[in-house]
């Protein structure tokens, strides 16, 4: 791990607040019913037998990668179950970003990086109404996460292939509002910006935005604090692992850290 991540999370877990800390009506509702809810889900089995099986997956496929600071695709080849172990959210993580969902309500979910589509398939699950579109750049990870919806009949999923810099825009202008968005795409401040720049036209009182990694490197938490400090935004949540924004009219801007 690396050293600054480290210390980055240790001051996070000394500044961070539990539900019994936030002074906020909305947050600490959100905290105990939603970020702290670890029931027992039966939506979240089948997509984690799904996990199970990618984890022994000896298929080679070709990864494209878009988003590694360079203008030139980067191909290399690997095994399913490597992708699997280490680009996958953990079922922590990607069971938040469901009941995350799930309380949202969205008429309209976008996601920005499919990888293997696990994530997908838990915004699919929370959302079964919802239309939910998915953006990957590298098409044979597509055709990995196209047979996992699949295998887990879903049928609410739009899986679009293509460079996020060239589909997210169109995609975003496509709907009359944004609802719910969840940005796990390239890592980089000035890529990670330009996202919530193109969300900004379309956001309104009951969007969500969700940032990945937002502790990723310099340049990550560079755009999470400009972020924050958009006059646009009125509240967001860190939670170390992921950021949530959200754009409540009427609601003095405040900024919360919360343990998870």
């Given at each position: ?180 968005v969840y940005l796990d795409g390239n890592h980089r401040k000035e890529a990670t910006l330009n996202y919530f720049k193109w969300c900004l036209p379309k956001v309104q009182e009951n969007t969500l935005l969700i940032f990945d990694d937002i502790y990723w490197s ?7 604090a400009e972020i924050k400090a958009h006059p646009q935004v009125t509240l967001t949540i860190d939670l170390f692992w992921i950021g949530l924004v959200f754009f409540k009219k009427g609601q003095a801007k405040e900024h919360f850290k919360i343990k998870f």
């Open positions: 791990m690396d050293f600054s991540f480290f210390i980055d999370f240790l001051k996070h877990r000394f500044t961070a607040k539990s539900r019994h800390g936030t002074h906020s009506p909305f947050v600490y509702k959100l905290t105990d019913e939603v970020i702290y809810d670890f029931k027992f889900n039966n939506d979240y089995d089948s997509i984690e037998e799904q996990r199970k099986k990618l984890y022994h997956d000896d298929q080679v496929i070709e990864v494209t990668d878009l988003g590694a600071g360079s203008h030139l695709n980067k191909n290399r080849n690997k095994k399913v179950r490597q992708i699997a172990k280490n680009a996958l959210k953990s079922p922590r993580l990607a069971q938040l970003i469901y009941r995350l969902a799930k309380e949202n309500k969205p008429a309209n979910i976008i996601e920005l990086g499919t990888c293997l589509g696990l994530t997908t398939a838990y915004l699919s699950k929370a959302c079964p109404d919802a239309k939910v579109i998915t953006i990957e750049g590298c098409p044979q990870t597509a055709h990995v996460a196209s047979n996992n919806f699949e295998a887990l009949h879903l049928k609410n999923i739009d899986l679009r292939v293509g460079n996020f810099d060239e589909l997210l825009p169109a995609i975003v202008s496509a709907q009359q509002k944004l609802d719910f310099k340049g990550m938490k560079e755009a999470w």
